[in-house]
């Protein structure tokens, strides 16, 4: 079984002549992150792979996670940065066969779109899949699995198996 987890990048400030790509988080993003770290701890607790946006929000995103997960390390591509779902998509089909466990931080429209363009609507957590149709919030997770090679994942080649908001774990959903 392939297992891939796709997580937004924490709430981030927008201040005044900052370059998007320069975009800190802000101190809700700073304390929802390792929340969702925690429960992601608990679901996965180590990744055969881990790819992260070059963007700052998630570059911080990634260190505030390995408060909860210690022991990650992380390649950084640009590509990931405000992708469209198609370039997502080729960079998950474009994985190594060793990476079984693979953890994406990126942005949003693009994580939110692959996600459900990957969710079986069938298989897997229904109302999970019902929660996420409905917004992939700043600091969302979402849990995908499949049997099979990551050339072969396609459109709705995947079982929806968690989908983790900060409000689940005691913070609050942020677009």
């Keep these: 079984m392939r297992q891939l987890f796709l997580l937004r990048h924490g709430k981030s400030a927008w201040p005044d002549g900052v370059p998007d790509h320069q975009r800190p988080l802000n101190p809700r993003g ?11 701890a608990e679901i996965q607790p180590d990744f055969d792979l881990v790819l992260v946006s070059d963007a700052r929000r998630t570059r911080e995103t990634f260190a505030r996670l ?6 990650l390390q992380a390649q950084f591509l640009p590509e990931i940065y405000e992708a469209r779902p198609a370039a997502l998509l080729e960079v998950v089909q474009n994985l190594p066969a060793s990476a079984h466990n693979v953890l994406m931080i990126g942005h949003n429209p693009g994580f939110h779109a692959l996600g459900l363009y990957l969710a079986n609507p069938v298989s897997g957590d229904g109302e999970a899949l019902r929660r996420l149709e409905r917004k992939l919030p700043t600091s969302g997770l ?7 090679e990551w050339t072969g994942l396609d459109r709705a080649g995947a079982a929806l198996r968690h989908f983790v908001t900060p409000s689940q774990v005691g913070g609050v959903d942020e677009d």
């Design 142 to 148: 979402i849990h995908l699995a499949f049997e099979g």
């Design 66 to 71: 390995c408060e909860a997960m210690p022991a």
């Design 30 to 40: 700073i304390l929802a992150i390792p929340m969702v770290g925690r429960r992601l």
